[in-house]
């Protein structure tokens, strides 16, 4: 990740949800990632783990992204129409948030994604063979990071302020 988009995100991580979500809607995120994730568990391995427990660990992040996509799109969409159920929804959202983190490590997430996308790229006569599937796909994980990324950083902010919803929109 470039250094600009590093500091964005210590000190903005909002604004990074936001923007890579106005480019990358969450059902379009879902749909590609069912796509990617189809490819990546139908190719074989070659490193330390054995086949079942990748595909087991990209199920899993798979599953566990798409949920915290879903809740990073609310945020953004209660970010645009205020209403006062915003606050106990945004909780809601931040406790996601947090439960994903929980169960997978910022470190663990993208070891997985750069192996979902290694997977994927490299199973013979794919989609993925592509040059410009390629380039979306490439495109796609880059997205990915940014979201975990400004979803981690979101998390932190929200544990020190106990998921005060005011962390995402004065920060």
């Known amino acids: 990740m470039d250094k600009l988009t590093i500091e964005r995100l210590e000190k903005k991580p909002f604004h990074v949800l936001y923007d890579t979500l106005e480019r990358l809607e969450p059902k379009t995120f879902r749909n590609h990632a069912n796509q990617w994730l189809l ?3 139908t190719n074989s391995y070659d490193d330390d783990l054995d086949e079942a427990q990748k595909r087991q660990e990209l199920i899993v992040l798979f599953l566990d ?8 799109g609310q945020l953004i969409d209660f970010k645009k129409e205020p209403n006062p159920t915003n606050e106990i929804i945004t909780k809601k959202c931040l406790d996601v948030i947090h ?3 929980v169960t997978q490590s910022i470190k663990n ?8 996308l290694t997977a994927a ?12 599937e390629r380039g979306n796909l490439l495109w796609y994980y880059q997205n990915s990071l940014y979201l975990l990324e400004a979803a981690n950083r979101l998390m932190k902010l929200g544990m020190k302020e106990k998921y005060s919803p005011n962390i995402l929109f004065t920060k």
């Open 121 to 132: 790229m490299t199973k013979p006569k794919s989609i993925y063979s592509d040059h410009a």
């Open 99 to 101: 439960r994903f983190f």
């Open 65 to 72: 992204l798409t949920v915290l996509v879903e809740a990073l």
């Open 109 to 116: 997430s993208r070891r997985i994604l750069w192996v979902w």
């Open 39 to 41: 490819n990546a568990i």
